[in-house]
């Protein structure tokens, strides 16, 4: 079965910083990745995804990830923190099931974005 | 246009109630899931749905818990004899297909408090 790990459950920077949150997953087979992010009070929306395209994946807001399949992670980073950039960020697996698919979600981080 | 909504927003109920949590998703989205993300935790599947089959209910906890979806649109979550460890944000999402990359649209969530 695949799963995820997310390394760190709170992760705090300042205004400016470099943005890195990790990620890494198990499968067996070729995976799709994903990051979602929650803002306060509002539902999940898709960062970025990595469909066996391109291993350098751009989203939303700034956001990229790398898939590196030697190391089995997907990391997310942003260069620059904003302070709108505070929200819980999800990564996730797409598992293949019976007509159709589940995604297998890790625990998540929390970033925080000190002034 | 319209996302996914989810009724009622907030639930409260004693132990031992029977609840129904609602999910409309974006029209024309043929795949739907249900997922439930307790405190601290990444959203946890419950159900997919296909158009009006159940696809995987492998994630729905034990048999108090069914979701329908009859008419292959609105889905209503039942969970029979609730229990306080029920309490959580349940999630609902849909999907335009059951292709393994597509993107999942999130509800806001129903928060459900069993007291």
């Keep these: ?115 | 246009g319209a996302g996914v909504s989810q009724t009622p927003s907030n639930k409260v109920t004693e132990k031992g109630k029977y609840v129904e949590l609602r999910c409309d998703p974006i029209s024309g989205h043929t795949a739907l899931y249900w997922y439930r993300q307790s405190l601290g935790q990444g959203p946890e599947f419950l159900i997919y749905f296909q158009g009006t089959g159940a696809a995987d209910d492998s994630g729905l906890p034990n048999d108090r818990f069914f979701a329908v979806r009859p008419e292959g649109s609105v889905s209503t979550l039942k969970i029979q004899r609730t229990e306080r460890g029920d309490s959580a944000v349940y999630l609902c999402a849909s999907s335009p297909g059951q292709g393994i990359g597509n993107e999942q649209f999130f509800g806001p969530g129903t928060r459900l408090t069993v007291l």
């Design chain 1, 1 to 115: 079965a695949q799963s995820v790990t997310q390394l760190g459950s709170h992760v705090s920077v300042s205004e400016g910083a470099l943005v890195l949150l990790r990620c890494n997953y198990s499968s067996s087979v070729p995976p799709y990745l994903f990051w979602y992010v929650q803002y306060p009070n509002q539902g999940l929306q898709l960062l970025l995804k990595y469909t066996s395209a391109a291993t350098l994946v751009k989203g939303i807001n700034g956001f990229e990830a790398e898939f590196k399949k030697s190391e089995t992670s997907f990391h997310l980073t942003k260069p620059s923190a904003h302070m709108r950039d505070a929200a819980e960020y999800f990564c996730a697996v797409s598992d293949r099931i019976t007509g159709g698919f589940k995604t297998i979600f890790g625990a998540g981080t929390r970033l925080f974005v000190k002034a």
